[in-house]
C-alpha cells in the first residue's frame, strides 16, 4: 500500500458570511465605544453650573444675602458630582455659614461642598410683627448679612443701641432694623428736643479687626464721639491686649464692650520666645504653648527644637516662663 502525501491545504475555508458578520460587530462595537455619554468636564461644568445656582438661592434665603455675593466652591476637578434626575437637595446642617450639605435621590448621593459669604453688613431683622409703641427685645429680631447698598438707609449693626426703645411706626417682619424706627428726626444720635448732646472720647477703629483677632492699640484712634454716646465704650485706659473682637470691627466703628471678649494670655499653638540665663550663659528657645491660658496659670509648653515637653506658667500677654 502506497502512502499518501500530506496536503498542506485547509480542508476546509472559513465561511465567508462569518469573517463579514465578524467584522461587522467589531465596527459596531468600536462605534458604541466612541458614542458612550462620557463623564467629560464638559458634563460637568454643566452639573455644577446648575448646582451652583440652586445652592445660591438656598443659601440667599437662608443668610439672606444678594446670590451674586455668594461664592459657591466647586472648582476642584476631583469632585465628581451625580447627574441628579431632579434638583439637589441643599440644606446647612451646621451654623458655620460655610458647609453645605447636597443629596441626590437618583442616584442616591450624598456630598458637603463650602460656600463663602461675600462681603456685605451684618444688620438685624425683624422675626415678628410689631405695632407702633413696642419696646424692641433682642427676641424680636434675628442677625442677617445683606448687600452694603443698604448701609445708606442707616442700619443698626449692634443691637444694644436699640434695645428698649419705642417703635415710632409698625414694622412687619423681615423688615431690616433701621435707626429711622427709633427716631422722627433719621437716626439714633439725633434727638428730639434742641438741646445739643454732650460730646465724649472714643476708640475708633482705623482698619479692619477680623473676629477673633486680639486688640491692638495701633488699630484705634481716640476720638470725640459727637451725638447720643454709647454706654458701653472702652475707656481710655483699657489694656488692648486683653481682648479680642466677638465681630469683624469695621473702620470708624466706635470700640465697644459689646464688640469684645477677655482674651486668653497666651493660646495654643502660639510660638513664644523664651529667654533662660544661667550666670554669664543666656539661651534662647522657642516654645509651642499647648493650650489657651490666663495669666497666673500652669500650662505645658514643647519646644519646638527638641519636641521635649516642659512646664510653664504664663506671666504676662504672650509671655511665660519655665517652671
Not at 458570511?17 to 465596527?27: D, E, H, N
Not at 443659601?59 to 465628581?80: C, H, M, N, S, Y
Not at 434675628?142 to 419705642?166: C, F, K, M, Q, Y
Request: net charge negative; charged share 20%.
Amino acid at each position: 500500500m502506497k502512502p499518501h502525501p500530506l496536503s498542506t491545504a485547509p480542508t476546509s475555508d472559513p465561511p465567508r458570511a462569518t469573517a463579514i458578520l465578524w467584522v461587522f460587530w467589531w465596527c459596531l462595537g468600536a462605534l458604541a465605544l466612541v458614542s458612550l455619554p462620557a463623564h467629560s468636564e464638559r458634563d460637568q461644568t454643566a452639573i455644577k453650573a446648575a448646582a451652583t445656582l440652586q445652592i445660591q438661592a438656598a443659601a440667599a434665603a437662608a443668610f439672606q444675602t444678594p446670590e451674586e455675593r455668594i461664592e459657591v466652591r466647586l472648582g476642584d476637578k476631583r469632585l465628581v458630582l451625580p447627574d441628579c434626575l431632579d434638583d439637589f437637595g441643599i440644606s446647612f446642617p451646621f451654623n458655620d455659614r460655610v458647609t453645605t450639605q447636597m443629596d441626590c435621590i437618583d442616584p442616591e448621593w450624598r456630598g458637603f461642598v463650602q460656600i463663602r459669604l461675600g462681603s456685605g453688613v451684618d444688620v438685624f431683622r425683624y422675626n415678628t410683627a410689631l405695632a407702633a409703641g413696642e419696646r424692641l427685645k433682642r427676641s424680636h429680631v434675628t442677625r442677617h448679612t445683606v448687600s452694603e447698598s443698604i448701609v445708606a438707609s442707616n442700619p443698626i449693626v449692634v443691637l444694644e443701641d436699640a434695645l428698649g426703645l419705642a417703635l415710632v411706626q409698625a414694622m412687619t417682619i423681615d423688615e431690616v432694623l433701621l435707626e429711622s424706627h427709633f427716631s422722627g428726626s433719621g437716626t439714633l444720635e439725633q434727638t428730639s428736643s434742641s438741646v445739643k448732646a454732650p460730646e465724649a472720647g472714643g476708640w475708633v477703629a482705623t482698619q479692619i479687626i477680623p473676629r477673633g483677632s486680639r486688640l491692638s492699640e495701633n488699630s484705634f484712634t481716640w476720638d470725640t464721639i459727637e451725638g447720643r454716646i454709647p454706654t458701653d465704650l472702652i475707656p481710655a485706659s483699657a489694656e488692648f491686649a486683653m481682648f479680642e473682637a466677638t465681630r469683624n470691627i469695621m473702620p470708624g466703628d466706635k470700640l465697644r464692650l459689646s464688640a469684645v471678649k477677655m482674651a486668653p494670655s497666651v493660646r495654643k499653638n502660639e510660638e513664644i520666645e523664651i529667654t533662660l540665663v544661667r550666670g554669664a550663659l543666656t539661651v534662647t528657645n522657642v516654645v509651642r504653648v499647648g493650650r489657651d491660658a490666663t495669666i497666673g496659670e500652669s500650662i505645658d509648653v514643647i519646644n519646638t527644637e527638641s519636641g521635649r515637653v516642659l512646664k510653664a506658667r504664663v506671666v504676662g500677654i504672650g509671655q511665660v516662663e519655665l517652671l
